[in-house]
């Protein structure tokens, strides 16, 4: 069976530090993988999301970039983090689209972040 | 106004009571997904579908592509069904992003 793994699962982290998110999937090959933010109060907004090694598409231009460097997995990182960074981070696996299907996405169990 | 609509956005209800969550959405899609938010923040799927009806224990899920509307009931709704209900959906042709709903946050009463 297939399982996601999200780490860590909170972090508190001064404005201007650095960042990185790891997500791994485990029991699936060629996945599609997302990253989404929920801020406090707002409904899941879509970050990144990546059909292949090194293939990243952005969603929303902040100061967060994503990388894929193996096949299950997936890093969200920043260099300098914001006050507005603060949220609930939460990967997400599915199986890769063709054409018009879709599939189920399967989230992990996400990391609190406090900028503080 | 959003691309995805919820109603309500809050629920209470007594134990017991059938459920009903509302998703009105103003875009095309391939697929809508309704999704369940524990307090702990993770997140489950309950349901995708694209015409008709789906069904899973207690969890209903309808959703008529000419109304842009989708309906999750519950029936027999439980403590433990107490969470937040996300709906989702999903545009066309390789768009692999999913829009969604701010969330109907759904507490059920002893």
């Known amino acids: 069976s297939q399982t996601i793994h999200q780490w860590p699962a909170t972090l508190v982290q001064p404005v201007g530090s650095p960042l990185s998110l790891e997500c791994t999937v485990e029991?699936?090959?060629?996945?599609?993988l997302y990253w989404y933010r929920q801020a406090a109060g707002r409904g899941l907004q879509l970050l990144f999301y990546s059909v292949g090694i090194g293939q990243i598409s952005s969603e929303v231009p902040q100061n967060l970039s994503a990388s894929r460097p193996q096949d299950r997995q997936f890093i969200l990182s920043s260099k300098k983090l914001l006050l507005s960074d603060s949220g609930f981070y939460l990967c997400?696996?599915?199986?890769?689209?063709?054409?018009?299907?879709?599939?189920?996405?399967?989230f992990g169990p996400g990391t609190r972040l406090t900028v503080t | 106004k959003n691309e995805v609509e919820q109603s309500p956005q809050n629920l209470t209800a007594q134990e017991g009571e059938f459920i009903t969550i509302n998703c009105s959405y103003s875009v095309g899609i391939s697929a809508l997904h309704w999704l369940q938010q524990h307090p702990g923040g993770g997140i489950v799927s309950l349901f995708m579908l694209s015409s008709g009806k789906k069904k899973h224990g207690r969890l209903i899920a309808t959703i008529n592509i000419q109304e842009k509307h989708s309906s999750l009931h519950i029936t027999a709704s439980h403590p433990r069904d107490s969470a937040v209900y996300i709906c989702a959906v999903r545009g066309f042709f390789g768009n692999e992003k999913l829009t969604f709903g701010t969330g109907t946050r759904l507490t059920i009463i002893p």
């Open positions: 997400a696996w599915s199986v890769r689209a063709s054409g018009a299907r879709s599939y189920e996405q399967y």
């Open positions: 029991g699936t090959s060629n996945p599609n």
